[in-house]
């Protein structure tokens, strides 16, 4: 009987495989004895009864009449959608002059600055003076001269100063 006791207290996995087998029956015990669960039906019979149901369904139901409109009142219609046609119509042309409206504007504020620009733009102003350029390539060989011309590498700070 020790030997026994030992051989499960040594396997840790075989005690929980008994304790979910346990639980699993008595799971199942308490689920028949539940009577207010209903009782599980087939899926053919389950199937069966909604056929029937949607037989019933369509035997009630039966077409209703199509409206019937009369010619005065399609007439009426007709005249609203006329004048709503009209009255879009009219609100997109306005749309359109004032879009025009908008451009003109926009063209002559694009010529004023243009003409304020080239009038500060004078070549000879002291005021204005176009500052050096420098291309890539220029960049690169400032950098390169300045690793040639300046200290060392190794008598520099590898750390920057905080100021």
Do not use: C, H
């Not at 009577?35 to 035997?59: R, S």
Request: charged residues 30%; hydrophobic residues 35%.
């Amino acid at each position: 009987m020790g030997d026994f006791i030992d051989f499960f207290l040594k396997n840790p996995f075989l005690i929980i495989v008994l304790i979910g087998i346990l639980t699993s029956m008595l799971g199942k015990k308490k689920q028949a004895q539940d009577p207010n669960t209903p009782p599980k039906k087939k899926w053919q019979e389950v199937m069966q009864e909604l056929q029937g149901e949607m037989q019933q369904g369509n035997q009630q139901q039966t077409p209703a009449p199509a409206p019937v409109r009369k010619v005065e009142q399609q007439a009426a219609q007709a005249a609203e959608v006329i004048d709503d046609t009209n009255e879009a119509n009219k609100r997109i042309a306005e749309l359109r002059r004032l879009q025009q409206k908008y451009d003109q504007e926009r063209l002559y504020q694009k010529a004023k600055a243009d003409q304020l620009t080239s009038t500060i733009a004078d070549k000879d102003s002291p005021v204005y003076r176009k500052g050096p350029s420098f291309g890539k390539k220029q960049l690169i060989d400032g950098i390169i001269m300045s690793e040639v011309l300046g200290p060392p590498r190794a008598k520099r700070s590898l750390q920057r100063s905080r100021r």
